[in-house]
């Protein structure tokens, strides 16, 4: 096992430094790999909690937890929805200085109120949205409530007190603790933001560095939106392989901030369609297929279904290797036999979708019909051509997996095995 600068990783038990230049920890502290040191299984390491550099070994420490997906995991645990002012006072007590919650106005619908104790009372300050934007005194503007609570449990400005302790939703977990718990919450001051690298649907994707190592970093806004991208994180916390593209960490800082391993090549469809035939080999067209089916095939193993599997969602590195990437759909197999309530949806959809893939690879990035498009066709056995010079036995790859029956389909390993025996022989 190596760890890539940035790595978090747990500390197993207490080390009181023996020895000059040895890190010293509790057990549980999350500790930073800095670099790998010159012994095998010895790394410099950055203690979170803190914040000084040592030697540590690897057998002291372990790899960080994945995140439990839950639903009640929120990035505003602090946010009561609609409740009166007289049930605010009541939640707000013991009174505590400091104490608050916000919730929205019942007068002023589309307004917010933050409520917070001071000296035995508690104040109610109306947050009036306003352009696009909140604020209490016309003074300081803020996007949306997580920057606005942020800014006011460091200033106090023009309230009465800054805000020290979040009166939490009954119910509602903090994702900012259980993130920090597991070992994903990254420093926002290690952090160098770099080049806008590309735009999303819900937020902006930039170049950046983390100590050192060249990371992607989608930032999202709006705090709906990066409540729901919360699930997408967890479920990249199970994930580790070499072609999914990895999670790095995660840091809440004017909105949430996901942070990934660094794809230099960009998608996989782009990729394809800006260099064309005369630049990628058929090898390498090969190699894209066979990475790809082998993330997903690991996504098979741990009973998930990705949902959105298409080359505008693989993403290619710098080595020229493909990787999945947009978990945000992924849910578990409906098969699984305690799962079976979930809606619809099994591995076979993904091989489908694979098989798309596939036709849009060997296709050098051409658009696939829509499913909408085609769905009656389909049913009426309608499939796409093959894509040209495409040879017969890939085409019938992509046959067997738009067979019409999903369990005739076969599965990510079969198809790896075929894809293998197909890059021998090239
Ligand atoms: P969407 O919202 O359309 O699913 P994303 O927000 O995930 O897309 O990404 C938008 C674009 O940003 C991608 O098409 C890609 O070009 C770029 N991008 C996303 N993640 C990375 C990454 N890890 N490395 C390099 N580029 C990335």
Redesign the pocket.
């Known amino acids: 096992m190596s760890w890539a600068a940035g790595t978090q990783c747990v500390a197993k038990g207490d080390s009181r430094r023996a020895k000059a230049g040895e890190l010293a920890y509790r057990k549980g502290d999350i500790l930073t790999i800095v670099n790998s040191a010159l012994r095998k299984g010895c790394y410099t390491a950055i203690n979170n909690s803190t914040g000084e550099e040592g030697l540590i070994s690897s057998t002291s420490v372990r790899e960080r937890e994945a995140l439990r997906v839950d639903p009640s995991l929120s990035l505003m645990p602090w946010f009561h929805g609609k409740i009166s002012g007289p049930e605010a006072v009541c939640l707000l007590q013991p009174a505590e200085d400091g104490l608050f919650l916000v919730r929205e106005s019942i007068r002023h619908p589309g307004d917010y109120v933050l409520c917070v104790s001071v000296s035995g009372e508690v104040i109610h300050y109306r947050v009036i949205y306003q352009d696009n934007k909140l604020t209490i005194d016309n003074n300081q503007y803020f996007y949306n409530l997580i920057d606005m609570i942020e800014f006011y449990s460091k200033n106090k400005s023009s309230i009465a007190t800054t805000l020290t302790k979040p009166k939490q939703k009954q119910g509602a977990k903090s994702a900012e603790l259980e993130l920090s718990k597991a070992g994903w919450l990254m420093d926002t001051e290690k952090l160098t933001l770099g080049e806008n690298?590309?735009?999303?649907?819900?937020?902006?994707?930039y170049?950046g560095r983390y100590m050192g190592q060249r990371?992607?970093v989608?930032i999202i806004k709006c705090d709906v939106t990066a409540q729901a991208f919360l699930q997408e994180t967890a479920v990249m916390t199970k994930l580790q392989h070499k072609n999914l593209?990895r999670l790095l960490g995660v840091i809440l800082n004017k909105g949430l901030h996901i942070v990934?391993?660094?794809?230099?090549k960009?998608?996989l469809v782009?990729f394809l369609r800006t260099r064309g035939r005369s630049v990628v080999s058929f090898t390498q067209l090969l190699r894209f297929a066979l990475d790809v089916c082998e993330g997903m095939e690991y996504l098979e193993s741990k009973k998930l279904v990705h949902r959105d599997l298409a080359a505008?969602?693989v993403?290619v590195s710098d080595e020229c290797v493909a990787k999945v990437?947009?978990f945000?759909l992924t849910k578990v197999d409906w098969k699984e036999p305690d799962k079976a309530k979930l809606p619809k949806c099994s591995t076979k959809s993904d091989v489908w979708s694979y098989g798309v893939l596939l036709w849009e690879i060997f296709s050098y990035g051409r658009q696939p019909y829509s499913k909408m498009e085609v769905k009656e066709k389909v049913e009426a056995g309608y499939r796409m051509e093959a894509p040209e010079d495409c040879p017969p036995r890939l085409y019938l790859l992509m046959r067997l997996c738009w067979e019409r029956e999903p369990r005739r389909r076969p599965g990510f390993s079969k198809l790896r095995e075929k894809l293998q025996s197909g890059l021998l022989s090239v």
């Open positions: 690298i590309g735009e999303g649907e819900f937020g902006t994707v170049e990371v992607a989608k593209v990934t391993e660094l794809m230099t960009g998608s782009n505008r969602n993403l990437s947009d945000g």
